[in-house]
């Protein structure tokens, strides 16, 4: 069986590759650029896990998504939420997440990506595209659900012609399992960058860099990126 992934380099994405391939051949990897804030380090960092795995990377440039995006995950003139691990939840969302989530949306991107990746899965006669999609941030993202995925493969099913199918081993995971298990798949975490702004060293405040913060510190772990990074 034989599988696409995309890419981000985020914490999900390269957990979900790392889970993904102890039973798929991963074909290649998408790592896709809109003018996000972490474009750049997104895009080094994903060319370090594909070395990792052995695998072919394509960037895609979709620069008409980031001139129609007017939040602050694209629009530097927007400021991206600061959180604490007291905002979060990983059961449930909070009007500050849900607040946060609004800010950082980008127009039906997870839409957009897997469309571009069916053509290039059923061009390559895979079975899947693999996704970090995750049980916790479907809460306040729903193109991260277990509808969404079901809603994406009904759609597949007519306009591919192998019927291709989403993948996502998260779905049903918070960050917290989610680090847990990448730990176990031997994932290249120190090479993960989940900060929404593109510094030399992550943020740590943004709701992504919080969401992982948290996660590690739950499993009494040091993050392998700050600990790469001399942090």
């Known amino acids: 069986m034989k599988a696409i992934t995309l890419l981000s ?18 074909e290649m990897a998408i790592t896709f650029d ?58 449930s969302p909070s009007m500050i ?43 306040t993202f729903p193109d991260n659900s277990r509808d969404y995925i079901q809603t994406v493969d009904n759609a597949f099913s007519y306009s591919t012609q192998n019927g291709v199918k989403v993948l996502a081993p998260l779905a049903e995971m918070g960050k917290t399992e989610i680090v847990k298990k990448a730990l176990e798949a031997e994932a290249p975490l120190e090479y993960s960058w989940s900060c929404y702004h593109g510094g030399e060293i992550p943020c740590g405040k943004c709701e992504s860099c919080v969401r992982r913060a948290r996660a590690f510190k739950n499993i009494g772990i040091k993050d392998p990126l700050l600990e790469r990074l001399g942090i």
Not at 9 to 26: K, N, Q, R
Not at 55 to 82: A, C, F, M, Y
Not at 108 to 117: E, F, P, S, T, Y
């Open 97 to 139: 997440t849900e607040y946060s989530a609004k800010a950082v949306w980008v127009p039906n991107r997870n839409g957009v990506m897997l469309n571009i990746a069916g053509s290039f899965a059923e061009s390559r006669g895979c079975d899947y595209i693999v996704v970090g999609f995750n049980g916790e941030e479907a809460g």
């Open 34 to 91: 809109y003018g996000q804030r972490a474009g750049q380090r997104e895009m080094e960092y994903s060319e370090k896990v594909c070395e990792h795995f052995g695998i072919e990377q394509r960037i895609i440039k979709l620069d008409w998504l980031g001139e129609i995006t007017h939040t602050s995950l694209v629009n530097r003139d927007e400021e991206v939420p600061s959180l604490s691990f007291e905002d979060i939840d990983e059961n």
């Open 9 to 26: 380099s985020g914490l999900d994405s390269v957990a979900a590759l790392a889970i993904a391939a102890e039973s798929l051949e991963i």
